[in-house]
C-alpha cells in the first residue's frame, strides 16, 4: 500500500480529500491528516510517507515550502498541491518544483477515480524503477551503493538477514506482517517477482534477527513458503544472503508445500545417492536404474533435503556420467547447472529424476529409437515451430517430448545436432531477444516485459538478460 498524508488547514477541505478517492481500490492507504503544517512536517520526516496531499498556501508553512524541505532533505515523497481558482499560478510555480500534479478546489467527484488511477499507475511505474535499481545494487559487490540503497544513515545495522517470501493474491505489507514496529529492526522489501518479495533485515544486535519470523508469517493467509537465510555481520555478504533465502524458499521445487525453511544445507548427505550413480555405471548395473531413481526422490523427501542438495546431486551426476561417456553423450543436455537454472529447466524433482533415468535408459539401450529418422525430424521441426509461436509460456522438454513422440533425450542430441545449441540455449535466445525488443520499442515496465518474454521471477531475469547482454535490462534501456 502508499501512504497518504493530507495537509489542509481546514478541517473541512481534509474530510473532502479523504472521501472523494477509493484509496483502497488503487492501493493507498491515509496514515495522517493534519491543519498543522509544522506538525505535519514532523509527521513527514517521521513516516516518510509516499505522497502527500497539501493545500497550498496555509499560515504557517505553505505546500510549496513543504516541498522544498523534503527535497532539501532528499526525501523520496510525491507532492499532489491543491488550490482555488484564484492560486492557480502558485499551482503551476509547484508543478516547476516537481509536484506530481495539482487539483482545484473544490474537487470535481466525476473526476476524483480518473485522477487517484493515473497516481496509482504513476506509483506503480516508480515503485518498479526504483525496485530495479535497488536489486541491482543489493546483489553487487559495490558496498557504496548497497548502504546508500538500504539507507543504512537512517538506521544503526550490524547483522543483516534476508527472507524469500512466496505468497499468493495482492502484494502485502511485509513490515507489518512481521510486527516490526516498535522493534529495533529495520526492513526493506524489494519485489523479485509477480508472487514474491525479498525482505531484508537489518538490526543492531544479532538477538533481534534471531525472532521467529517464519511463525509469523506463516500464519498469515496467501503466504506459501518463507526462506530464511543465515545471519552476517557484513555488508558485503548481502549477495549471498538473498541466495540463501531464495534457495531455501526453493524447497517448493521438491515439495508442493514448503512452508518456513531455515538455510541449513546438507551436502555431506547427498553421498549415498551420488555413490549409487556411481555404482550403477561402474558395475553397469542398469537394470537397477529404476529402483535406484525411486530411491533417490524417497531418501530426498525423508532426509528434508532442499534446493543445496538438488544443485549438489545435479552436478556430480553431470560429471560422472560426462566423464564416462563423453562422447555418447556430447550432445545432451547435461551441463553444469545453478538452482535458478534448474527450476527454469525442469518442473520439479521429480522431473529433473526423470531426465536422469532417461539418460541411464539411453545408455542401456544405446539410444534405440522407435521412430525412423525422417519421422524423427519431422516431429523435431514441428516441435521448434510449436516452440517458436509459445516461448513467452512455461515450457519444459519432458512435456515437449510426450507432446512430439520424441525420447527427451534424444531431443537433447537433435537440439546440438541441427541447431547447435540446447534447447534451454535455443528458448532463452528467444526470450531475450523479445526482452530487447520491448526494451527499445515500448515503455512498459521491466516486470511486464520479463512476464510477456517468459519470466514470472524477474530476479531471474535480470541475471538471464545480463548474461545474455552483459548489462542488466534497466541499463539496456538506458543505454
Not at 337 to 364: Q, T
Request: hydrophobic residues 40%.
Amino acid at each position: 500500500m502508499y501512504k497518504v498524508m493530507i495537509v489542509d488547514d481546514e478541517s473541512w477541505t481534509i474530510r473532502g480529500i479523504r472521501n472523494a478517492f477509493d484509496w483502497d481500490k488503487y492501493g493507498f492507504e491515509i496514515i495522517g491528516q493534519f491543519t498543522s503544517a509544522y506538525k505535519a512536517w514532523d509527521a513527514i520526516r517521521a513516516k516518510e510517507p509516499d505522497l502527500v496531499f497539501t493545500d497550498i498556501r496555509m499560515p504557517d508553512i505553505s505546500g510549496l515550502e513543504l516541498m522544498k524541505r523534503a527535497k532539501a532533505q532528499g526525501l523520496n515523497i510525491e507532492f499532489v498541491i491543491v488550490s482555488g481558482y484564484a492560486e492557480f499560478e502558485y499551482a503551476q510555480e509547484a508543478l516547476r518544483y516537481g509536484a506530481l500534479d495539482y487539483f482545484l478546489k473544490p474537487l470535481d467527484v466525476d473526476m476524483a477515480d480518473q485522477f487517484i488511477a493515473k497516481l496509482s499507475m504513476h506509483f506503480s511505474r516508480r515503485s518498479a524503477a526504483r525496485n530495479h535499481l535497488l536489486l541491482d545494487a543489493l546483489t553487487s559487490t559495490d558496498q557504496d551503493e548497497i548502504k546508500r540503497f538500504l539507507r543504512l544513515s537512517d538506521c544503526t545495522a550490524g547483522y543483516y538477514q534476508v527472507l524469500a517470501i512466496y505468497f499468493e493474491g495482492e502484494n502485502k505489507d511485509f513490515r507489518k506482517l512481521l510486527s516490526l514496529e516498535g522493534r529495533p529492526v529495520y526492513a526493506m522489501e524489494v519485489e523479485a517477482g509477480t508472487r514474491k518479495m525479498l525482505v531484508v533485515l537489518m538490526a543492531e544486535h544479532r538477538a533481534c534477527l534471531d525472532g521467529t519470523w517464519d511463525e509469523l508469517l506463516l500464519n498469515k493467509t496467501g503466504i506459501n513458503v518463507v526462506g530464511i537465510s543465515s545471519i552476517s555481520s557484513q555488508l558485503k555478504h548481502i549477495s549471498k544472503l538473498i541466495k540463501e533465502a531464495d534457495l531455501s524458499a526453493s524447497r517448493v521445487f521438491l515439495e508442493e508445500a514448503a512452508g518456513a525453511v531455515h538455510y541449513e544445507p546438507k551436502l555431506h548427505l547427498v553421498k549415498p545417492c551420488i555413490d549409487g550413480l556411481y555404482s550403477i555405471i561402474q558395475g553397469n548395473q542398469f537394470d537397477n536404474m529404476d529402483v535406484y531413481i525411486k530411491g533417490v526422490q524417497e531418501y530426498f523427501r525423508d532426509h528434508h533435503l532442499g534446493m543445496c542438495e538438488v544443485v549438489y546431486l545435479w552436478n556430480q551426476a553431470v560429471g560422472i556420467l560426462v566423464n564416462e561417456y563423453s562422447e555418447e553423450l556430447k550432445d545432451m543436455e547435461l551441463e553444469f547447472l545453478n538452482y535458478s537454472e534448474i527450476k527454469e529447466r525442469f518442473e520439479h524433482f521429480e522431473s529433473m529424476c526423470s531426465f536422469l533415468h532417461d539418460v541411464l535408459a539411453s545408455i542401456r539401450q544405446e539410444n534405440s529409437r522407435s521412430l525412423q529418422e525422417g519421422d524423427t525430424l519431422s516431429c523435431f521441426n514441428r516441435m521448434i515451430a510449436y516452440i517458436d509461436r509459445n516461448f513467452e509460456q512455461k515450457l519444459y522438454l519432458k512435456d515437449l517430448s510426450v507432446q512430439f513422440f520424441i525420447n527427451q533425450v534424444y531431443c537433447c542430441q537433435l537440439f546440438k545436432k541441427n541447431l547447435g545449441k540446447t534447447f534451454s540455449e535455443y528458448v532463452s535466445e528467444l526470450r531475450i531477444k523479445k526482452a530487447r525488443e520491448l526494451l527499445k520499442q515500448t515503455d512498459l515496465s521491466i516486470e511486464k516485459i520479463a512476464i510477456k518474454s517468459g519470466y514470472v521471477d524477474y530476479y531471474y531475469f535480470n541475471k538471464v538478460f545480463k548474461k545474455h547482454c552483459g548489462m542488466t535490462p534497466t541499463k539496456f534501456r538506458k543505454s
